[in-house]
């Protein structure tokens, strides 16, 4: 099936450091989801991205969709304790309607 | 966003034995879909729910396994049959209504197959 390259499987950094994740794929898509997965809860969405090369924020969250519309990044600003988690990338093949495809997820921990 | 709850949030069964799992919205939406995440791993797509028709699978996954009802427009169930201990994962509902492709997920259900 359809892949999605999530990178890096996991980060340690120090509280108020900057992060950066991203998600590639040889495949083209329509829309981009990032998603945060606390232990023992369902992810949760962050930012949904729909044009190639849109910019979207929220809060200390920044994401984008690539112009080749194969890519997209993550980047969380100024971390805080309450970031940690999993983080997933989600995409909407153009091939593949509603259905999602999602990355391998990005750990993320943050020391105080 | 809609309010997605599960029932149950997670059970232990007994190898051979079948559990039917719930997935209530708290409005009407468009699409329902069934995931698995089986332990470190990330989602994989079980089936689409579609209401008043039988389910669409994806590949490696079959209704005699994973029977799914959808009776109206805010409900589905998965059924885990025949379970083995491979079946432990969290299963997790999601829906999506606004034709965009956002999806929302519910909370999760811990299956432990002993």
């Known amino acids: 099936g359809q892949q999605l390259n999530q990178s890096p499987q996991s980060m340690f950094i120090q509280e108020g450091e900057d992060v950066s994740m991203n998600c590639t794929s040889s495949?083209?898509?329509?829309?981009w989801l990032w998603y945060k997965q606390d232990p023992g809860e369902g992810p949760v969405l962050l930012i949904a991205?729909?044009?190639?090369?849109e910019l979207t924020s929220n809060g200390r969250l920044t994401a984008q969709f690539g112009i080749t519309r194969k890519d997209s990044f993550l980047n969380i600003s100024a971390s805080i304790p309450s970031d940690v988690g999993i983080y997933f990338c989600?995409?909407?093949?153009?091939?593949?309607?509603?259905?999602?495809?999602f990355g391998e997820g990005t750990q993320l921990t943050v020391n105080p | 966003s809609a309010v997605i709850s599960q029932k149950p949030s997670r059970d232990i069964c007994q190898r051979g034995t079948s559990l039917t799992i719930q997935c209530q919205v708290d409005?009407?939406?468009?699409?329902m879909f069934w995931y698995r995440q089986q332990p470190g791993q990330s989602l994989t797509l079980i089936a689409t729910?579609?209401?008043?028709?039988?389910?669409?699978?994806e590949s490696g996954f079959v209704i005699d396994k994973f029977p799914i009802s959808r009776p109206n427009l805010t409900f589905s169930t998965l059924t885990v049959s025949n379970m083995s201990p491979e079946d432990s994962s969290i299963y997790l509902c999601?829906?999506?209504?606004?034709?965009?492709?956002?999806?929302?997920f519910g909370p999760g259900t811990r299956l432990t197959v002993t």
């Open positions: 989600a995409g909407q093949l153009e091939t593949s309607g509603s259905r999602l495809t």
């Open positions: 999601s829906v999506s209504d606004r034709g965009l492709g956002e999806q929302y």
């Open positions: 991205l729909y044009k190639a090369g």
């Open positions: 409005s009407q939406v468009t699409m």
């Open positions: 729910a579609n209401q008043g028709s039988e389910a669409t699978y």
């Open positions: 495949s083209i898509f329509n829309t």
